[in-house]
């Protein structure tokens, strides 16, 4: 589907066969112009079949409820045929804990949840108010810069490199390789065929193969390098199950979090009545965060395989095919969410929303990411009363991760 | 109406009524308790409702439920009396009912 305006968009979603409708491709993403295709679906054929698709035919699960019913039934929608709607040709593929089902999930999951339990968070905090502050300070003034690379990638990068151990003057190959693994092949990606991904992400491997080597002759750390090297459950990976958990714990860590500080100032900046509601009262931020995650759905679906006949939403989805849970249109259901395509940073029942998952994949790293934002905003209303968003953001070419390539900003003198 | 009191995690003790029927996460959320998210808005799916039963009442409040088992796996603060509170059902049976709560839910 070629670029086109978000009226066009509107019609032609409205017009089109339902059965022509292919809401997994990258383009309307990229054109940020998926959403009066979601819209359509949950009103007429929210369990929804695409027969033909560049990523083969597939089911889309469009309503707060019924991805609710997938996300929390893990006995028969398995996570092992992977869980984003791109099928990697097997020798491709690189096994890790969001891409398995219980027993081993829950013992590599266990392996690195600490790190992100409150006891640790409370220790974070003051570490990243200290970089929050450091980085907000060191904003041009009265000029124009990119949000994205200045803030949204600086915060989250660094606190993946702490949470690794990571060299901080090499953090930047963390969000490369975070891009490098989400990336579609072909045109609009970043690399032409699976082989020239695949080496990229070697380097990734040798990088943190050295930090393994260090960690595993050491004492047991507390980052997550040591942690994988010393538990019984992750010790004896093999390098591709070790690059595959590698590439979760980056991409989890941080394109969700950079793309949701992002797309929080672009709300803001949308929603004027929300930003002054904002800076009359700060004690809205808490809450604020959940609305920009729920409004933002950072990633935009996860995918199941089923593994058994299974009915959902009145239609029978057969053992074996693929089935894609769009949080994204799930968090604009108005049978559960009020006024869903309005962004209101004092939204009751803000939490519930579906942008972490249910069930037993539910994002492991929710708190942190929460605490993240809550942080930024903080100290960035102490600083600055208005940022203003001056140009359009350049969106990411996928329908999985739902982000941004830049953001033109200005903080008025 | 039976009473359950809810032992926030500063120690702060606050005993209400709660209708039969109804959760303990529900009497909780409508309280204003401290220390509830329930994010998932009580369909045991997230374990943010996370309590730790008085072992007194242990027994009439039972064991957990499989999935409920599942994400309580998973919880950074879970211990042997701990229950989601959205699946536990207000009753005669439970007036007097008390829980604590984790420092956090995760």
């Known amino acids: 589907m070629s670029t086109q305006t978000i009226q066009a968009a509107k019609v032609h979603a409205d017009d089109i066969p339902l059965d022509q409708i292919d809401v997994g491709d990258p383009q309307l993403f990229q054109d940020g112009n998926f959403w009066p295709y979601f819209a359509r679906l949950r009103r007429e054929d929210p369990v929804h079949y695409c027969g033909k698709s560049a990523f083969g035919p597939y089911w889309s699960i469009t309503k707060y409820k019924d991805i609710m019913q997938v996300d929390t039934n893990h006995a028969v929608f398995s996570s092992e045929g992977g869980i984003s709607i791109l099928d990697r040709p097997e020798e491709f593929r690189t096994p890790n804990f969001i891409s398995m089902d219980p027993p081993k999930h829950d013992e590599q999951r266990k392996t690195v949840n600490p790190i992100v339990a409150p006891g640790n968070l409370a220790r974070l905090e003051h570490l990243i108010r200290s970089r929050a502050c450091a980085i907000l300070d060191s904003l041009p003034v009265n000029e124009t810069f990119d949000w994205v690379d200045r803030v949204s990638i600086e915060l989250t990068t660094q606190m993946l490199a702490t949470l690794f151990d990571f060299p901080q003057q090499d953090r930047r190959l963390l969000t490369y390789w975070s891009d490098a693994a989400t990336a579609p092949i072909g045109p609009g990606g970043m690399f032409d065929t699976e082989e020239a991904r695949l080496a990229e992400l070697k380097n990734c491997l040798d990088y943190f193969t050295c930090l393994w080597n260090e960690r595993v002759n050491a004492e047991p750390g507390s980052d997550l390098i040591s942690m994988l090297a010393h538990s019984p459950a992750t010790r004896n990976m093999g390098p591709k199950e070790f690059l595959g958990n590698l590439i979760l714990l980056i991409v989890g860590g941080n394109d969700t979090t950079r793309n949701s500080i992002t797309g929080g100032l672009l709300f803001l900046n949308e929603n004027p009545d929300q930003y002054q509601k904002l800076r009359d009262d700060p004690g809205l931020i808490t809450n604020m965060v959940s609305e920009i995650i729920r409004y933002q759905t950072p990633l935009a679906h996860m995918r199941r395989t089923a593994l058994a006949d299974a009915e959902i939403g009145g239609k029978l989805i057969k053992k074996g095919a693929k089935v894609v849970m769009w949080y994204i249109s799930g968090n604009r259901d108005d049978e559960v969410i009020d006024n869903p395509n309005k962004f209101m940073i004092d939204r009751p029942r803000a939490r519930q929303h579906l942008s972490f998952g249910f069930g037993i994949h539910r994002c492991v790293g929710n708190r942190l990411a929460e605490l993240q934002l809550k942080i930024l905003w903080e100290e960035a209303l102490k600083r600055y009363p208005t940022i203003e968003v001056v140009g359009r953001p350049e969106r990411v070419y996928s329908s999985f991760v739902h982000g941004y390539r830049s953001l033109p900003v200005r903080i008025p003198a | ?106």
């Open chain 2, 1 to 106: 109406m039976p009473k359950i009191t809810y032992v926030e995690y500063t120690g702060t003790e606050r005993e209400i009524e709660l209708q039969s029927g109804f959760s303990v996460m529900q009497g909780a959320i409508d309280n204003s308790i401290v220390g509830i998210d329930a994010d998932c808005g009580g369909a045991c799916a997230c374990a943010t409702c996370h309590v730790y039963v008085d072992p007194r009442w242990l027994e009439k409040v039972g064991p957990q439920g499989s999935q409920e088992a599942a994400l309580l796996d998973f919880a950074a603060l879970a211990q042997p009396n701990s229950r989601l509170a959205c699946q536990i059902k207000m009753d005669d049976q439970l007036d007097g009912l008390v829980v604590r709560l984790p420092e956090a839910q995760h």
